[in-house]
């Protein structure tokens, strides 16, 4: 098992490169975070937010964007390196170390919470635990919005073959109705829900990106197409006398 400079160093180099993935407006990639991060922030809701939350923080770009009205922000990770790096980014955040499944977090103690993309890097064991964790520190009424990467999607299985074939990495894809039965259970009312397909999210070329813009005009609230779509985007109320605060 690597050792703790060597874990640093390796999310000090995935933090580095992180946002230089997302910076070019003609790739795939930048358009799949700019359409994602949107779409979360439209389903937010933000105008009466207080406090809001940020688990997975990456570069921080999510911050940038909040409005003035939120007097508190928290950004949680599990990798000091990419609080660093988000931290030179933005820094009026309190940032917080710690893990999904054990939320260093006041029960009920935010607004508003953002999960986009965290739970395809996560041990797919330790995603209910997670997702419990994220409904304890709302307050009732509060909203969790959470993406993840759809297994029905013919896209993304696509997409997960090149990818592994190309740079071996892996990640992790759920059945909508897994996850949403997580949140069921965990005392969440699932109040909208959003379709991203990004095309294939494989090729950097104008036909492709325009495949993207077409295929998620079509699908975005489109709840019969919506297996198709490669990235799911839900959010998800705690339910007033929710099971998480008893």
């Avoid at 390196?81 to 499944?101: C, H, L």
């Avoid at 395809?120 to 330790?126: I, K, L, Q, T, V």
């Avoid at 997702?131 to 997409?159: C, T, Y």
Wanted: hydrophobic share 40%.
């Amino acid at each position: 098992m690597a050792d703790a400079d060597e874990l640093w160093e390796y999310w000090r180099k995935r933090s580095d490169s992180y946002e230089e993935r997302y910076v070019d407006p003609s790739t795939v990639l930048e358009r799949e975070k700019r359409v994602r991060l949107a779409t979360a922030l439209e389903l937010a809701q933000l105008d009466g937010a207080d406090t809001v939350g940020d688990l997975g923080v990456g570069s921080g770009r999510l911050f940038a964007h909040l409005p003035d009205n939120v007097s508190q922000i928290i950004g949680v990770d599990f990798s000091a390196p990419m609080i660093q790096g988000a931290r030179e980014n933005i820094s009026n955040v309190a940032y917080v170390q710690g893990t999904a499944e054990s939320l260093p977090l006041r029960t009920g103690s935010l607004d508003v919470l953002f999960c986009l993309g965290v739970v395809g890097h996560m041990n797919s064991d330790a995603v209910p635990a997670a997702i419990d964790e994220m409904a304890r520190v709302l307050r009732p009424g509060g909203s969790l919005i959470l993406s993840f990467a759809n297994a029905r999607s013919p896209f993304r299985r696509l997409r997960r073959v090149c990818i592994a074939a190309r740079s071996g990495t892996h990640y992790t894809t759920y059945r909508p109705e897994y996850i949403e039965e997580i949140l069921r259970q965990a005392g969440c009312h699932i109040r909208s829900r959003r379709y991203l397909t990004y095309s294939t999210g494989l090729l950097d070329t104008q036909a492709n990106l325009w495949l993207a813009a077409v295929l998620d005009n079509h699908l975005v609230t489109n709840d019969l197409l919506g297996p198709l779509a490669m990235t799911w985007v839900v959010q998800a109320s705690v339910r007033e006398g929710s099971v998480a605060f008893d």
